[in-house]
């Protein structure tokens, strides 16, 4: 998808405060040193662009395209996605420190969240095909009516995660801590794949 170059692709300031841009692509380009607070990105393309080192701070990011991003060292404090394409980005990648964002109508296949410390995180009627959550803590988080299928779990905190809603994923209790976390009677073959058994 092409979109035209707009003046504030750039981005020669240091620092931007509730600035909203709209239409703008990085798509390939490397961008470095940036602070974003309160920002807005609405329809802007950051497909296989790399943007490590910078923060995002209450920032927003609508219908936006971020595959292939590269985070790595970014700031992503209080990150809120709403219908964009995220395939492939490696959220594990990012600073630990004060890390959470959440997610809406979202397509985050083959992304990662390894190792990650995200509790309390909303997925939201989005895609999580083969995202890896191999050692993440996740307790408390929800994920309502997402598309999990083949997502990896692994030495995971999934402790009070909501799953009722979700489907297609594949948990091994033995393998991860499920302490007072929530699932569908539909969603019990998930749990109980590896043993063989028949659920009617």
Sequence with gaps: MYLPEHPIAHMEQLAYEKVTFEKTS???K??????LLGCVFEKCDFS???????KFIDCTFQGCNLSGMKINQCTLL?????DCKILGVKFNECKELLFSVSFEACILDYSSFMGRKMV?????KSSL???NFIQANLAGSVFD???MTAAFFNETDLAGVNFVTAYNYSIDPELNKLKKASFSEQGLAGLLGKYGINIV
Excluded: L, M
Aim: glycine letters at 10%; hydrophobic letters at 30%.
């Design 145 to 147: 009516q997402c598309d």
């Design 30 to 35: 490397t961008i470095k040193g940036k602070e």
């Design 26 to 28: 990085w798509a390939g």
């Design 129 to 131: 095909k083969e995202v």
């Design 120 to 124: 309390q995180t909303k997925f939201i």
């Design 48 to 54: 296989n662009s790399n943007f490590s080192g910078n």
């Design 78 to 82: 209080n990150a809120r996605f709403i």
